[in-house]
């Protein structure tokens, strides 16, 4: 790990880094989707959440279906369960590859206590690059908001109900506003049944089921796709 102070600089500029992309860049989901955009929001930068997590790898990986906001499942490969102590509680995550075309990063799709009050409801997510010894820095400092969290147009994965954290995760990114966070990945779906709230519209043909992350991309995050 790198040092404190090292670490906290490099936190900042990310944070800075990824406001000036998602308030300006054409890629952005505020940008692409005419959204208002105001900065995002951040728990205070916190070291206690940086952990060592250890990756028990299944054999052969699995094929698993993650639900997402439009009610549909996203194919991924579960590679196995990542380890680790947080508040002095053992605890694990499940971690996945998207498929084709994101190379050797993962991600990890979480929710934990904060969820759908101080964090995003649905759930955040964290990206790693695979490694040889299965060793891997957890920082939930540098957790993030899929891009459905700011607007419908996209479509995002939820966490499995393995990825429920029984503990507060104060670390990361905060709920973007307090008008698009709704309590659990459930409360997306129905809001977006007829009678429900906002009429169910067709996903746009340029949106993708993959995890994605906003340039400048966090260490170890793939690059946003489209599928055109």
């Known amino acids: 790990m790198t040092g404190a102070e090292d670490w906290r600089r490099e ?22 989707g005419r959204v208002p955009f105001h900065e995002l929001v951040y728990f205070a930068p916190d070291p206690a959440y940086r952990v060592t997590a250890t990756l028990e790898r299944v054999e052969p990986p699995a094929e698993a279906y993650l639900r997402t906001n439009r009610d549909n ?16 509680r053992a605890l694990r995550l499940r971690l996945y590859h998207a498929g084709e075309g994101v190379g050797t990063a993962v991600f990890v799709p979480f929710r934990d206590a904060t969820s759908g009050a101080e964090s995003y409801g649905p759930g955040r997510y964290l990206t790693l690059e695979l490694n040889a010894q299965d060793v891997y820095e957890l920082d939930f400092n540098r957790a993030f908001n899929p891009y459905c969290a700011y607007t419908d147009d996209f479509e995002c994965s939820f966490p499995p109900a393995e990825n429920d954290l029984p503990v507060e995760v104060r670390a990361g990114e905060m709920a973007w506003a307090a008008a698009r966070n709704p309590r659990s990945p459930s409360a997306v779906v129905l809001a977006r049944r007829p009678g429900r709230g906002p009429a169910r519209a067709p996903p746009p043909k340029r949106r993708s089921a993959k995890p994605r992350t906003p340039r400048p991309r966090a260490r170890g995050a793939a690059a946003p796709r489209r599928r055109r």
Not at 19 to 32: D, I, K, L, Q, T
């Open 11 to 32: 936190l900042e500029t990310e944070r800075a880094m990824k406001n000036e992309f998602m308030g300006r860049h054409p890629e952005s989901p505020f940008v692409a």
């Open 73 to 88: 499942q996203a194919v991924m490969r579960y590679l196995g369960d990542l380890t680790f102590r947080l508040h002095g």
